[in-house]
Structures are given as structure tokens and as C-alpha cells.
């Protein structure tokens, strides 16, 4: 018993180890005092953390990124909560269909779908006579698609929580279908809702793939700005970079998790 | 209170006939129960006079008012699910109060209700509790108190004490009956529990295949059933197949002859079955005097129930008997093998057409 419990307990520390490993070096990285990150440190300095804010593209960036994940965010659960009770409450013919392509793509590499967006993109602005390459909506329009699977998914799996006869019953006591979903149905399902916005938007903040092929030259996400950095220089500033990155995500985890458990749900 | 009709009301889902043209009506204040095995179509029934099937034929009409097209929401029927679907993100006080609240009353009016229901039900200061923090009898009183609070014209219980344990389902019971009384609830409650049937019901429908079987009182449904199903259904039968061949005379598939109260035989030599009560059926040790029929037989099983002893009794290959014998002191109990007589009065048994 004591063995099969340590060899668990072996186990799981080197599964964590194997995961946090390039968090902690990365995170290392960002406090040595020498621009060529090599090993050992010749000393530690927090300058680094500093340059970023000398480097007005990371800022940008920054900006940014922030502001699309936000809004593709936002439209995400506007389509995607109305598309998982589609899929969850109503029997129709192309029902197993859709919910397929609702989470397709979270399966289809970024590259295929950023090429995919691209050519639509051209293609839109050559109908339409608008410009829609390089805008900061046509952008936002391409997060959605990355957004929606991920809100799909985990308000799907809140609603398969949810006991019906609770919105029988609010129904029973007067309550029109509406009324019913925001006072019984959507208080169920609001940790799936918060978990999936979380989800989303971290997938948007950190996504590097699509956004590379939907930018306009010098006006470019967080991810490409780190991309376009290491192309030519390589020094801690980037480690710096990750940290606030990783920083910020774990606040937004850690707040969320107050409100929702998450381990519950994902 | 009001009376509810629910007439030739029929459901179908595609060749399945879920309720086949149910006709009833229950009286302004009566406990009318929906008495079946399951998939006999009493919740269905019961979700069409909710509104939440929608009926392929037929009507429902509540006190006068014909209801059958409209939302669940504009019906004022209060409904106890079994299980008890309370609303887990609302206060015990939250989910008395939902009702009201989408009735629009007045915040003043509903705290007064809310603390009137919530006593009705014994559930004082229980109102900032949340579901989760009750028992399962707590929390089945809340439902009731739920549906009470907005005051229904009907109230529908579905099979609501099923999750409740043995000893607390009769407690209930009696609580829930005899607030309808004091009310003057007209109520419609489905159930497979038989004894929980006879206790609470006013009336008692049995159904079974989506159809009416019988509509009657607990005396109607036990002392006439009007058919086999009824007779097995309610209480306990213990039947011998055979045929009428003659009025007043029934021939066993074991060839015993046997008299029958008359004037219900009339199926041309069809097949039949001869239906009894195991305790309107006596047994001894030797041969009784002054009974319609009495046969010899053996003993082959034989349980013992504390107050009731079940013996089963072989009349002839073909054809087996149950008596049911109150446990007296220094009664007569025969042991298995050995040979009886079992006899009983015409009377005490109805043939039905099989």
C-alpha cells in the first residue's frame, strides 16, 4: 500500500516537474543580470522587467492583444452559449453535425485556419470593395472562431448538468421560457460560462498561428512582437516578457477560481 | 379551487399510444390518484394538465376554462415533481417565493405568503436555508410549500414521496392529506404505490397501457374490479384459469368444477379466469361444512409474514391457490406436504374473460 502510494506520489512529481520545468527557467532567465542567457547567472537584476517598457511594441502589443481577446471574448459568448443550448436542448437532423463543427476548431491546425482566413479575407475585400485585411475587426472575427469552440464546450458540459425539471418547475410557477433561462438556467450554468471565457481568452491572448496571417504590418499582437524580437535579438527581455504574460494569466485563473471551482469543470 | 376535466385526451408518439382517450373529472376540492405500473401513461396524463406534453387530442379544462393550448406558465397549477426540482442557487424563502414574484405581487405580500406557506409545512426559519442544507423531507416540504404559495387552481403531485424512506413516506402521507382536506386542494397525484394510493386518494384511477381501467373508490376497486388487470393490481389476487361451462359453474384447466357466483358468466366457453382473494379463503385440516366449494389439496410453500402466514396450496397439476391466514395464537398452520382443504363462498371470487 505505502509503495504503490509513493510510487504515485513519484509519479505525479515528475509529471508536474516535466510541466513546470520551462515556466521555471524562463522565469529564472528573467533575473539574470547578463544579456546572453547563459548559465550559471553571472548575477540577478530586474532591468529586464524595465526594458519592456523601453520597447513601445511590446506595449502595443500588449494593448493590443488584450483588447482582441476581450472582444472576441465577448462576441464568443454571445454565439457560443446560444449555440451549446442549440445543441444540448433541440432535436434536429444536422444537430450531431454542428456540434462537430462548433469544436472543429480547436482540431484544425492554426496555420490551415489562418491560410483559410486569409484567402477569405482577400476575397471579402475584393467583393465588397471594403478593406477588410489588416483591420483590427477582421482580427477580432478570426479570434471568434478560436473563442467559440472552448465557450461551446464547457457551457455544453454545464448544461449536461443541469437538472430540467427545475426549469419545468420554474415554468409550473409562472415563468415564461425567457424568464426561465435567466433566473433558473443561467445561474446553473454560469461557471461553464466563466470557465469557457476564461478559456477563450486565454487561447486568443497567447495564439501566435492565425494572427500572423490576419495583422496589419506594425500593428501586431503580443505573441508576433515576441516572435519578431527573438528574430533578431535574444536576451532576457523576452523571458521578462513570459513572466508578466504567465503573471497575468494566473491572477485572471486565481480570481475565477474564487468565484467558480474550476476543477469542477474543466 | 377549481374543478379540472380532462376529456378524451390522447397522446401518440408516432405508433405509440402513451394515453389513449382519457376522460375524467376531478371534483372542486377532491384527491383524485393516478394509480399504474409504470409506462402506463399517469405522468403523461399529469404533464398534459401541466402543459408540458402537448396533447395530440382532447382537452383540459380547468374550472370551466379550457386550458389545453396554453403555456405552462399561464396555467395556475401548482406541481410537485419527484424530484422536487427546487431551485439550488435559491434560498428555501427564494423558491417560495418565485412564484409570486412572477405574479407580480407585492414585495410586502410575498414575504407574508412565503412565511405563511413556510409554515404550513412546518418549515419556520428554514426560509434562509438553501436547498442543499435540508434533508430529503425537508426539502420535499419546500416543494409542496412552493406549489401551495401561489395558491393553484389544481394542485399535481408526481409520485412526490418516492424518494422519501419507508417510514418517513408514511408520515407524509397523512401530512399531505390532510392539508388537501383543510385546503380543499383539488389535487391529482400519480403514483405506482398502491398503498400510498389507498391511503391519500379520495378517487383512484387504475391505468394501464395508456387506457383507464377503473375509476372508483378503494371499497370499488378492491370488492369489484372491473377487470383482471384491477384484480392483480389493487391488493393481491390469486387466480385460476379455466372456463364457464355453465352460468355459476367454472371448469379449472386442472378439470376441477367449481361453483361461481352467477349472472357474471357469460363468454360462450372462452377463456377465463376465476379470480379470489388469498384472505377470503379458508383452510383446514379436514373437509368444511357450509362453503360453495371446498377442495383438498397439498401444501407446498409456506411464508411466514409475522402477522399474515401465505400458504400455497396445489389443488391439482394444473391449477395453484394462494390463502392468506391471520397469524392467531394457536391457529391452525400446516406445514408443507402435508394435505389440506381449502374452501371458500361463491362469492368471494369474480370470473373475468381472459
Known sequence: MTTRRLALNAAATVTLLYLLTPLIFVTWLAFFRQEIPSFPPEGYSLHWFAAIFDEPKFVSGFTLSFQVGALATAIGLLLGVPAALCVTRFQFKMRAPLASLLLLPLIVPGVVLGTAMYVFHVNLENTLDVDVLGTFYALVAGHVVIVMPWVVRLVTTS?????????????????????????????????????????????????????????????TTLPIVILQYLEWKIDPTIAAVSVVQILLIAIAMLITDRYVKLARIV | MAELQIQKLVKRYGDFHAVRDVSLTVADGEFLVLLGPSGCGKTTTLRMVAGFIEPTAGQVRLGGTDITSLPPWKRNAGMVFQSYALFPHLTVAQNVAFGLEMRKAARPEIDKRVEETLALVRLEGYGGRLPRQLSGGQQQRVALARALAIHPDVLLLDEPLSNLDAKLRQEVRVEIRELQQRMGLTTVMVTHDQEEA????????????????????????????????????VGRSTFLDGTVEAPGRFRTDGGLSLTCAGGQVSN?????????????????????????????????????????????????????????????????????????HVGWRASAGQVFNK
Open chain 1, 159 to 219: 448544461l449536461a448538468g443541469v437538472d430540467r425539471t427545475t426549469e419545468e418547475a420554474a415554468q409550473n410557477l409562472g415563468a415564461t421560457a425567457w424568464v426561465t433561462f435567466w433566473r433558473i438556467t443561467l445561474p446553473a450554468i454560469r461557471p461553464g460560462i466563466v470557465a469557457g471565457a476564461l478559456f477563450g481568452f486565454v487561447t486568443s491572448f497567447g495564439n501566435l498561428e492565425l494572427s500572423l496571417f490576419l495583422v496589419a504590418p506594425g500593428h
Open chain 2, 198 to 233: 389507498l391511503t391519500m386518494a379520495d378517487r383512484l384511477v387504475v391505468m394501464s397501457e395508456g387506457s383507464v381501467r377503473q375509476v372508483g373508490s378503494q371499497r370499488d376497486l378492491y370488492e369489484r374490479p372491473a377487470d383482471r388487470f384491477v384484480a392483480g393490481f
Open chain 2, 268 to 340: 360462450g366457453g372462452g377463456k377465463a379466469s376465476l379470480s379470489l382473494r388469498p384472505e377470503r379463503l379458508e383452510v383446514a385440516a379436514a373437509p368444511m361444512a357450509g362453503l360453495d366449494n371446498c377442495l383438498p389439496g397439498t401444501v407446498e410453500f409456506v411464508s411466514y409474514l409475522g402477522a399474515m402466514i401465505d400458504i400455497h396450496v396445489r389443488l391439482s397439476p394444473a391449477d395453484r391457490l394462494v390463502v392468506q391466514i391471520a397469524n392467531r395464537e394457536g391457529g391452525f398452520t400446516p406445514d408443507v406436504g402435508q394435505t389440506v
